[in-house]
């Protein structure tokens, strides 16, 4: 049957209305979505149902009469049980499989998507230029030799009462990112690493002895339930000072303080945005590979990052001037940065300066 109504939770399905050009149909959006009208600007004006994956509003989801409705988690039982008469769909979206992605439950989901909302030819625009760059970006860093990639924790930042670390699993998108991107990740060897739980609860004695080049820290703007949290990034973010001063809170924890990644300045800040959205670790994974290999990284993230937005989200967001993704962000010359405002040169060049 044709859908004339929907209602869409989370990022990655918002996303891909706007890629899809069905926002249209949408009816009603997550507390996450209407709290992000940067990225959203019209799915943020629509009927806010609260936090669907944490506490769902089924009567006012009702109200709106929608004839589906998309959530980001397979778990769908309870939605199903209290949505009569509504379809409950959730595609595979949250699944990229970065190094095979013409076979992902990702690029399935959007072709899904494509089909279920008749924007086929949409569909098969965004899946190509997926796949194409994804490609390119593998071309360019699976000729690195092993011993030539650094490695990496990639983990959750932690709030300053938390002494543990949680670190991310194969199944997770940043440890694709980081594999992308000419790097290996520390994680590796642990037991759980293979198992299907996304996060892995590490020490710091743990990562004191794997010592690596690099650390990758995750940061979301908001959370499942549409808590805003610090430091603010993403789409909403302009001010790139709470990014800054998370990234030396974390340096100048003592327990870290002789780490190969903290002496060298290889500490890095990075936006849920480019691991959650519906570019799935491409535009994350671009920036990560000219951190960690400017020479043989050809792509420009911030020139793919302008066309995601442009082209097939829709936004007129100009990221010279707008957006908190990444910190250290990557410093171009004359006067450009990558991965936050260009106004900020001068602070970040100090910090490349002063660390590098």
Do not use: C
């Not at 010359?333 to 300066?353: M, N, S, T």
């Amino acid at each position: 049957m044709p859908i004339s109504t929907a209602k869409s939770t989370r990022g990655d399905n918002a996303d891909l209305m706007q890629i899809l050009k069905k926002t249209d149909v949408v009816v009603g959006v997550d507390l996450a979505v209407d709290k992000s009208p940067a990225e959203f600007p019209v799915l943020s004006t629509r009927t806010n149902v609260g936090a669907m994956h944490k506490e769902p509003d089924y009567e006012k989801v009702l109200s709106l009469n929608p004839d589906l409705l998309l959530v980001f988690s397979n778990v769908t039982k309870d939605k199903q049980a209290n949505l009569p008469g509504v379809p409950v769909l959730f595609a595979g979206l949250y699944y990229p499989d970065l190094e095979n992605p013409q076979t992902s439950a990702f690029t399935d989901a959007v072709r899904k998507l494509g089909y279920v909302f008749n924007a086929r030819q949409q569909a098969e625009e965004y899946i190509q230029w997926h796949i194409d760059h994804l490609t390119d970006l593998k071309n360019a860093t699976e000729k690195i030799p092993e011993d030539e990639k650094p490695t990496v924790l990639v983990a959750a930042y932690p709030n300053a009462d938390e002494k543990t670390l949680f670190t991310f699993a194969q199944i997770d998108t940043l440890t694709s990112m980081i594999k992308l991107a000419g790097g290996r990740s520390i994680a590796a060897d642990l037991p759980d690493f293979m198992k299907s739980t996304y996060r892995i609860e590490v020490d710091p004695e743990w990562v004191i002895s794997e010592d690596p080049d690099y650390i990758v820290l995750l940061v979301v703007a908001t959370t499942y339930s549409g808590l805003i949290l610090d430091p603010p990034s993403g789409y909403d973010a302009d001010n790139a000072t709470g990014i800054t001063q998370a990234r030396e809170a974390f340096m100048s924890r003592p327990e870290y303080s002789n780490l190969t990644a903290v002496k060298n300045g290889g500490v890095y800040i990075l936006s849920g945005n480019l691991r959650n959205d519906a570019s799935k670790g491409l535009i994350g994974a671009a920036y990560l590979a000219r951190i960690l290999h400017p020479e043989q990284a050809e792509i420009d993230p911030e020139v793919l990052h302008q066309e995601y937005l442009q082209r097939f989200m829709g936004l007129d967001y100009d990221l010279d001037k707008h957006g908190v993704f990444i910190y250290l962000p990557i410093i171009k010359g004359d006067v450009k940065l990558a991965g936050i405002p260009d106004r900020y040169y001068e602070a970040a060049l100090k910090d490349k300066v002063v660390e590098g």
